[in-house]
């Protein structure tokens, strides 16, 4: 028999999962675009201009990633790259008019919500969190995965 305390637990992540997986779809049937793809663009667009890897530190995701998400974005018009003036191999991304208009009609992202949630909480909270939070994905084997900062379901360099 499952525990009540094991009950809570299992239901609490349940929403977590839930939560994510509906704002997900939101964001998809509203953009078209999956969290990754939006972050990704909304960094170009603070950026102005960006080379793929500025961009992969910036978002913490890997360069192969980022080019992943940028052709994407390109393929729906919503970013253009250019080769460098001074060094032909290097690529800028930058926003197209369609990528801006995209950014103003898009849902608030989740993970935007929580961020200013969790950085309003008092430190020893944060730190309980955090704690907690590597605790239960010690529990579920899941320290060695690669995570980006990201509230997302899926693979995040997936097509939506």
């Known amino acids: 028999m499952v525990e009540p305390r094991t009950d809570a637990a299992l239901r609490g992540l349940r929403r977590i999962m839930r939560a994510a997986e509906m704002a997900e779809r939101r964001l998809a049937s509203e953009t078209g675009l999956t969290p990754s793809q939006l972050l990704l663009?909304?960094?170009?667009?603070?950026?102005?201009?960006?080379?793929p890897s500025s961009l992969a530190a910036a978002v913490q995701f890997s360069q192969a990633t980022v080019t992943n998400l940028a052709d994407?974005?390109?393929a729906l018009g919503?970013?253009?790259?250019?080769?460098?003036?001074?060094?032909?191999?290097?690529i800028w991304v930058s926003?197209?008019?369609?990528?801006?208009?995209?950014?103003?009609?898009?849902?608030?992202?989740?993970?935007a919500q929580f961020s200013?949630?969790?950085?309003?909480?008092?430190?020893?909270?944060?730190?309980?969190i955090v704690a907690m939070l590597e605790r239960l994905g010690s529990l579920l084997d899941a320290e060695k995965i690669d995570a980006a900062p990201l509230l997302d379901t899926g693979r995040i360099d997936r097509v939506s």
């Open 78 to 90: 919503l970013v253009a790259r250019r080769r460098g003036d001074q060094d032909r191999r290097q």
């Open 41 to 51: 663009l909304q960094e170009v667009a603070r950026r102005g201009e960006a080379t």
């Open 116 to 128: 200013g949630r969790f950085q309003n909480l008092p430190d020893w909270e944060q730190a309980m």
């Open 95 to 111: 926003i197209t008019p369609k990528g801006r208009q995209i950014l103003e009609t898009a849902p608030d992202m989740l993970q």
């Open 72 to 74: 994407r974005l390109e």
